[in-house]
């Protein structure tokens, strides 16, 4: 098939959309333990509403993708996540929240469904891991932006006197002002419909590798042994994206008493080292092994959490960054090289990993339960097994098509 770089860009833009409103749960976690008087295990609900959702609509979403076709389906993906967003910001409570999150979560499932065997498609096969990353990057520059917002936001609904919220504070509660940020997710959720609405979207034809299957291929495939490794690999690597961002702010105020401010600013900076470390990623993937790169940075990047939980205050600002840009790598080269494992049914594989996100629930929520018995530090260790597991894949993947590198010292033969 001809490389369609439309359908790329638009992938690109998702992603940024996707993770712009997924990566806010870490900033959020204080205020909601404070404005709703949650334990820890209540306030991982909230995260583990919204990826729950990706466990069960993944394959649904995979399924229709079949039957109806990509832009009908993307606004689909938006509607839903737009209802939800309103739902939060209209009925701001707790009950109202997880039902919110969920539908949200579900809409993000779906583009996850459609947007991954595309860029596969659309850029190229031994692009892939290259534009897998470059994916990533552009989801860590939105994650570095997005709690920047949420304070600016919040800041600007806290203080007295006119501003350019103003026109928000009738409508957001005093003491939640982080409601806000629903109403600004819901616009941009209407701005996608939008642009995709008055898009001309170009036909792609999917290969019969590249699509969904039904029911009964998802159930064959899941009795291969090489599918429950790498899905069990993206429910790690989620995991402990999720596990560590969302925890970072509660960490610090709890053992170093950082306020909000400074926690947030450091989230902020997780995913802004995750961008950083993407642009390496790209760099390295260009001229390694990408099994290799991910043995190299899953190893710094438990190194970084080590320093970041036992280390003192100022050194954990910097290392829980830190850990960040080494797991920038980490998802995109698990999902290639998964796909690139097996010969057919991507379609269907793409939607058993993108099923695996549901990690981004779990995980959080078991760090918050221990939390709650034996201490929020003592909780996060528990990413120590998640990250341990991503190791072992540099180790064991074996794939049919392994990315494309450029040789920078090559020998040259004689005439």
């Not at 204080?30 to 990706?54: C, E, H, Q, R, V």
Request: proline fraction near 4%; include cysteine.
């Amino acid at each position: 098939m001809k490389r369609n770089y439309y359908i790329v860009a638009l992938i690109m833009l998702t992603f940024f959309v996707i993770s712009f409103i997924t990566n806010i749960f870490g900033p959020l976690t204080p205020d909601l333990i404070k404005g709703f008087n949650l334990s820890l295990t209540l306030a991982a609900l909230f995260p583990f509403a919204f990826f729950a959702a990706y466990g069960v609509m993944s394959i649904p979403s995979g399924i229709l993708i079949e039957k109806y076709n990509e832009k009908k389906m993307m606004l689909a993906a938006f509607i839903v996540a737009s209802i939800g967003s309103l739902l939060l910001a209209i009925f701001p409570n707790y009950l109202v929240a997880l039902p919110s999150l969920f539908i949200i979560g579900g809409g993000f499932a779906m583009l996850q469904v459609i947007i991954n065997p595309l860029l596969r498609t659309a850029g190229g096969e031994e692009h892939y891991a290259f534009n897998s990353v470059l994916a990533q990057l552009i989801f860590g520059a939105a994650s570095f932006i997005s709690p920047r917002v949420y304070t600016y936001m919040v800041e600007t609904l806290n203080s007295r006197g006119h501003n350019s919220l103003s026109f928000l504070r009738p409508v957001v509660p005093d003491t939640l002002p982080w409601i806000s940020l629903y109403w600004l997710f819901a616009l941009i959720c209407l701005l996608m419909i939008l642009i995709i609405l008055f898009s001309r979207f170009p036909k792609v034809e999917l290969t019969e590798e590249e699509r969904a299957g039904p029911l009964r291929t998802h159930v064959m495939l899941f009795k291969k042994r090489v599918v429950i490794l790498f899905f069990l690999g993206i429910v790690f690597y989620v995991g402990t994206e999720q596990g560590t961002a969302n925890w970072i702010s509660q960490f610090l105020f709890s053992y170093h008493h950082y306020d909000t401010a400074v926690g947030d600013n450091v989230v902020s900076n997780f995913w802004g080292a995750m961008t950083a470390g993407g642009v390496l990623g790209l760099f390295l993937l260009k001229v390694m092994d990408s099994r290799k790169v991910l043995i190299i940075f899953t190893i710094l990047a438990i190194t970084s959490l080590s320093v970041a939980l036992f280390g003192p205050g100022k050194i954990a600002l910097i290392a829980f960054p830190a850990v960040g840009f080494f797991a920038s790598v980490m998802y995109p080269i698990i999902f290639s090289l998964a796909l690139n494992s097996v010969r057919e049914h991507h379609g269907s594989f793409s939607g058993i990993l993108c099923t695996g996100i549901i990690g981004g629930a779990i995980v959080p929520l078991i760090i918050g339960w221990l939390g709650d018995h034996v201490g929020l530090r003592s909780g996060m260790l528990f990413l120590y097994l998640t990250m341990g597991y991503i190791l072992t894949i540099g180790f064991w993947a074996k794939p049919i098509i392994t990315n494309k590198t450029i040789k920078l010292f090559e020998k040259k033969e004689m005439v």
